[in-house]
């Protein structure tokens, strides 16, 4: 804010609640720089709302939440946050393979009841990673960072990716131990995971999701959670957040987190920083640094 306020004047919008978007469509007119989040719905009313728009800086990597198309027929830049959060949320995708693995949550919320009776030999048993396929869905920069930590575990890894040799889907989805989803939510990638992508898995793999709720079909995979057709997930993002589908709520091998991938103060101060940035060059007559391409 410091930054920003040092070159320009700024306007804070309501950020949640029921009257956020007429917050946001009042608050956007006249400006020249939108700085937007990835709850924020920028769709062409708002950007027809923003008329003398210059610059809609998202403050995430992912920008589906921004109708690129609406802002280009208009002449106004959209800038994301890319790089900056790739460790942070590669970090965290690890955290929950090894959470539902291991079967970390269970075992919290077993002990949290008091229903621990202390140590037993064959206590939640989970898998381990060494020797275990990784299938990496989306090889950009958080899936290859991803992979390159999954590789330390010991674990081998496959891809799908629409650009290189990368293994057809179907095969990845049926031979991995592991499936990380990790492609940006576009037409193309909505319910990329559905009913028949679920029974093509092992039934003793693992689904994790910390790219974008729609990319899975949720109520499929609550299905197939509960009829065992794989063993488990972890989700850190769901379709319609913060809602989440009740039948996941209810399953024990689901690890459920709050859309926490880049929550680092570290990643988070880089991406205001990036935001801040882009929104002062383009306003100060300079190329954006990072234009969503
Ligand atoms: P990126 O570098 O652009 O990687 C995305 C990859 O997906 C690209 O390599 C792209 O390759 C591939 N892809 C696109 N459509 C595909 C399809 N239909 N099938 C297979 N591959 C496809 O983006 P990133 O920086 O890694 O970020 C990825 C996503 O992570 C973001 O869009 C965002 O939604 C999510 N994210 C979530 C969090 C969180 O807090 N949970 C944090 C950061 C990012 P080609 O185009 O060459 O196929
Ligand atoms: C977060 O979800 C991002 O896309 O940066």
């Not at 990368?166 to 031979?175: E, F, I, V």
């Not at 028949?196 to 299905?223: F, Q, S």
């Not at 589908?245 to 988070?268: K, Q």
Request: aromatic residues 4%.
């Amino acid at each position: 804010m410091a930054r920003l306020e040092a070159s320009c004047e700024v306007e804070q919008c309501e950020a949640d609640g029921a009257s956020a978007r007429r917050e946001l469509l009042a608050c956007v007119a006249g400006k020249q720089a939108l700085v937007s989040m990835v709850t924020d719905m920028v769709d062409r009313p708002v950007i027809e709302a923003g008329g003398t728009l210059r610059i809609i800086a998202n403050v995430a990597v992912g920008y589906n939440n921004v109708d690129v198309a609406a802002a280009r027929e208009r002449g106004i830049v959209v800038t994301n946050t890319p790089d900056v959060l790739t460790d942070a949320t590669a970090d965290f995708t690890l955290a929950l393979v090894l959470a539902v693995t291991r079967r970390l949550g269970e075992g919290e919320r077993m002990l949290r009841r008091g229903d621990w009776k202390g140590w037993a030999f064959d206590q939640l048993l989970g898998a381990e990673l060494r020797g275990k396929q990784l299938g990496i869905v989306g090889f950009g920069r958080i899936g290859r960072a991803v992979a390159a930590r999954a590789q330390a575990f010991g674990m081998t890894i496959a891809h799908a990716s629409r650009s290189d040799a990368g293994m057809p889907l179907d095969r990845l989805l049926a031979t991995s131990d592991v499936v990380s989803l990790h492609v940006p939510l576009t037409p193309e990638t909505r319910h990329l995971v559905g009913q028949p992508e679920l029974a093509r898995m092992k039934r003793t793999a693992y689904l994790v999701n910390t790219t974008r709720g729609p990319v899975v079909d949720e109520a499929a995979l609550a299905w197939a959670l509960k009829n065992r057709l794989i063993a488990g997930a972890a989700l850190d993002v769901y379709e319609r957040e913060p809602e989440v589908h009740p039948d996941l709520l209810a399953l024990e091998n689901v690890v459920l987190a709050p859309h926490l991938g880049s929550a680092t103060t570290e990643t988070r101060t880089a991406m205001a920083d990036l935001a801040v940035r882009n929104v002062v060059a383009v306003l100060g007559g300079d190329p954006p640094l990072t234009p969503v391409a």
